[in-house]
């Protein structure tokens, strides 16, 4: 069984490594402010020389994720690269390839309504009735009081007509409002209980988690890190590339975790063992 070292500060490990693949929600974010020690803490990850990616689930594009920061007075230039499930959806709905190519043009958008850039642009069509759609999109639930029943009409509807479920993110739960609620991922996973056809993009892939860093000329991987708050996602696609992992617990796993200054460390591994996904660290929150 993997340790699990519980941390205070980030500062304590960065010896370790060369560069740093950070999360939006539940890192950088509350779901309702920006976290400011968690920037201090990376500006002090690229005063020290470090790589930084800020890689994130977010339905989201890149440019809708540095309006943000900046409104915040985030300095860009702390990140080497800025990827999002948004920005990878956008290209590959506009690419067509694989099972996008099949999708169709007329989609039904479940949940919140904007559908944050994701189609922009692109030759895609919004309708109103499910039974008019090629597929449904999702980007994110419309309430945080949301749960899966809230949308299982319409996904019943949907999987009667055979159609695909489309979402930016894995996420089943994430923060709206600064608060902790269901995510897209759960809706999705619901679908496919239905026997629902889902296509779903974002971390825990590990093909979009070596996307991250291939650009960074990563000549050993036990120098990359991996800071997120969700184990599914987060931790699960760190596993996946064999990457090490910090785990921040007052995340979207609070609830669980508790909202204590120092982990806990058991309950941490409890969460672990249940998920079979394991953080090398965990810390509060992320700070210098």
């Known amino acids: 069984m993997k340790m699990i070292k519980p941390i205070v500060n980030i500062l304590k490990i960065i010896d370790n490594y060369d560069t740093f693949i950070v999360g ?17 803490a990376l500006v002090n990850l690229k005063k020290s020389g470090k790589h930084i990616v800020l890689l994130s689930n977010s ?9 943000i920061l900046h409104e915040n007075r985030v300095p860009l230039s702390i990140f080497d690269s800025i990827i999002t499930a948004g920005e990878i959806l956008h290209y590959q709905l506009k690419s067509k ?12 958008q479940l949940g919140c309504q904007n559908d944050d850039g994701v189609f922009d642009k692109l030759d895609y069509e919004r309708v109103d009735d499910i039974s008019k759609a090629d597929f449904i999109y999702m980007s994110s639930v419309a309430s945080q009081e949301d749960t899966t029943d809230t949308y299982r009409a319409d996904l019943e509807h949907a999987a009667s007509l055979g159609i695909p479920f489309v979402c930016a993110g894995n996420d089943t739960s994430t923060y709206k409002d600064g608060k902790v609620c269901v995510a897209p991922g759960a809706i999705a996973e619901q679908y496919a209980v239905l026997g629902g056809n889902i296509i779903t993009v974002g971390k825990p892939d590990a093909k979009i988690m ?5 650009d960074m000329a990563i000549t050993d991987k036990n120098k990359v890190l991996m800071i997120g708050d969700n184990m599914t996602t987060d931790i699960k696609g760190a596993n996946l590339i064999g990457i090490h992992a910090v785990l921040i617990s007052k995340g979207v796993h609070v ?18 063992n249940s998920f079979d996904t394991f953080p090398d660290y965990v810390i509060s929150n992320l700070r210098w």
């Open 24 to 40: 939006f929600s539940g890192v950088l974010s509350d779901g309702s402010a920006i976290k400011s020690e968690a920037i201090n």
């Open 59 to 67: 339905p989201l594009r890149v440019a809708g994720i540095a309006k």
């Open 97 to 108: 390839q694989g099972n996008y190519g099949a999708l169709g043009a007329r989609y039904f």
């Open 210 to 214: 070596e996307y991250a860093i291939e």
């Open 255 to 272: 609830n669980f975790l508790g909202e204590g200054y120092i982990p806990d460390v058991a309950k941490t591994r409890e969460l672990s």
